[in-house]
């Protein structure tokens, strides 16, 4: 059974970074793209940002281009999201997303396994 637990939410002021992890269990990591999603209150669930098995291959939305980091450390099962120069709109529940894939994914559909969410609240 797939598990994906992200941490290292909070609540952080304008212009400050976070860093948020997500361990995966129950799946063979490196056979699977990592992807993170956030949803607004009464938006849409968007894509953030995705990474390939081996993190040669990584996209990000146009809108943490630049300020947003994803990598993943396959020997501890985990992806990261390294968000700087955080933005009031960035705001947001983030889910971690798993698919066994061979390139990085961009739609929430492709993705099979979701974690339960975590709160990332930026006050300007």
């Known amino acids: 059974q797939v598990h994906l637990v992200e941490s290292g939410g909070g609540l952080v002021q304008a212009g400050d970074s976070l860093r948020l992890s997500c361990v995966a269990s129950g799946i063979i990591f490196t056979s699977y793209v990592m992807g993170w999603f956030r949803q607004a209150p009464g938006k849409e669930r968007e894509f953030v940002a995705s990474?390939?098995?081996?993190?040669?291959?990584?996209y990000y939305a146009d809108s943490v281009k630049g300020r947003f980091t994803i990598s993943r450390d396959n020997a501890k099962n985990t992806v990261y999201l390294q968000m700087n120069s955080l933005k009031s709109e960035d705001t947001a529940l983030y889910y971690c997303?798993?698919?066994?894939?061979?390139?990085?994914?961009?739609?929430?559909?492709?993705?099979?396994?979701w974690g339960q969410g975590i709160q990332v609240t930026v006050s300007s």
């Open positions: 990474i390939s098995r081996s993190g040669g291959s990584i």
């Open positions: 997303a798993a698919e066994p894939s061979i390139r990085p994914l961009m739609r929430a559909n492709d993705y099979g396994d």
